[in-house]
């Protein structure tokens, strides 16, 4: 990794695999990192007013925020194949967690974040969740969850440039990534160690900048049709 421009970093989903790997790729670079997660903090997407209590007890400026939370397989139910398979209840989680949550975590960014400086706010998503890149269909819940919170990052990016010039916020598909979330789907696609991602993510970050903001990129830092 060459040399890192963020000295103050917040990773939330620090407990997943990605978001581990993250936490110790910025820490090796010698930023100041802070980290959320269910696991180590209490943190529940799900619950608003937990998502609320800790993020507000976060302290800015941070010039790099990255939301890795996320989940595929929720409550034992893995990807719909067909229609006959959508479930209200699996959607319903599928937003609360891919969606929803994101969403209130962006709220507090405006807050956590320079308005006078170059913050970079990256949301993991998946290429799934592009409308346009979609030629296998299946995967509804998963793949309208990524396509609703891809839609929430553009529309607060939009937000974000009126008070906060030279920051960016971006969606960012992470590629498939050797962890517990993807277990069960290893084989159909390329996979990398979440080390592998994380310096693949860290490198995309680094060239981020406002003209960038609003964009959904993948881990080669090109992008990705919504």
């Not at 103050?8 to 990605?18: E, H, N, Y």
């Not at 699996?90 to 807050?111: E, S």
Request: net charge positive; hydrophobic share 45%; aromatic share 6%.
């Amino acid at each position: 990794m060459k040399e890192n421009r963020f000295q103050r970093v917040l990773i939330v989903g620090a407990s997943g695999g990605i978001g581990r790997a993250m936490v110790n790729q910025y820490r090796a670079s010698g930023a100041e990192v802070s980290s959320l997660s269910r696991r180590e903090d209490g943190f529940d997407l799900t619950a608003p007013a937990t998502v609320e209590a800790h993020l507000a007890a976060q302290t800015g400026p941070f010039d790099l925020v990255v939301v890795a939370t996320g989940a595929l397989e929720i409550d034992g139910k893995g990807p719909e194949k067909s229609l006959s398979h959508v479930n209200a209840d699996a959607l319903a989680r599928q937003f609360a967690i891919n969606a929803i949550g994101p969403a209130l975590i962006l709220r507090h960014v405006p807050r956590l974040m320079d308005r006078q400086g170059a913050g970079v706010c990256a949301v993991l998503s998946a290429r799934v969740g592009s409308i346009g890149d979609n030629r296998a269909g299946g995967w509804y819940g998963y793949r309208a969850a990524k396509a609703a919170v891809n839609q929430i990052v553009r529309t607060g990016a939009i937000e974000l440039a009126r008070s906060h010039k030279g920051a960016a916020l971006i969606a960012l598909h992470p590629g498939t990534v050797r962890t517990k979330f993807t277990e069960n789907y290893l084989g159909r696609h390329p996979a990398v160690a979440p080390e592998e991602a994380a310096a693949n993510i860290a490198r995309v970050l680094a060239g981020i900048g406002p003209a960038q903001t609003g964009q959904f990129f993948d881990w080669k830092g090109e992008p990705v049709p919504w």
